[in-house]
């Protein structure tokens, strides 16, 4: 089983950036997956989250109207698209499917 996050980077404020979860090793399409992030010194929290086939969303309010969750179940990939970034967004962003987490992607939001 394994989930791989890419994607992540340095930006600027205000740039949009778009991460990458790639699953193996189960069927994606059985499982609900959600974004999470982790920044310096905070615990984990969870970003948003997508249901198995009907797509309906749910966000973290800080980041609603600015990050889109979306997968494609036929190539076992979820995605996070985060526009108008902002210096609160820096962490490890996580991608999750039930109990299998991947190892995460850093991004960096600096002026």
């Known amino acids: 089983v394994q989930l791989v996050e890419s994607g992540g980077g340095l930006v600027q404020p205000g740039d949009s950036l778009t991460l990458s979860c790639k699953a193996s090793?189960?069927?994606?399409?059985?499982?609900?997956i959600s974004w999470h992030r982790q920044a310096p010194g905070k615990e984990r929290e969870r970003v948003a989250g997508?249901?198995?086939?009907?797509?309906?969303?749910t966000y973290l309010d800080t980041v609603e109207g600015r990050f889109t969750i979306s997968r494609d179940n036929n190539q076992n990939t979820a995605y996070l698209q985060m526009n108008d970034l902002r210096d609160d967004v820096t962490a490890v962003y996580y991608c999750?499917?039930?109990?299998?987490w991947g190892q995460g992607t850093q991004v960096t939001v600096t002026s």
């Open positions: 999750n499917a039930c109990e299998y």
């Open positions: 997508i249901t198995r086939t009907t797509g309906i969303t």
């Open positions: 090793g189960f069927t994606f399409s059985n499982r609900y």
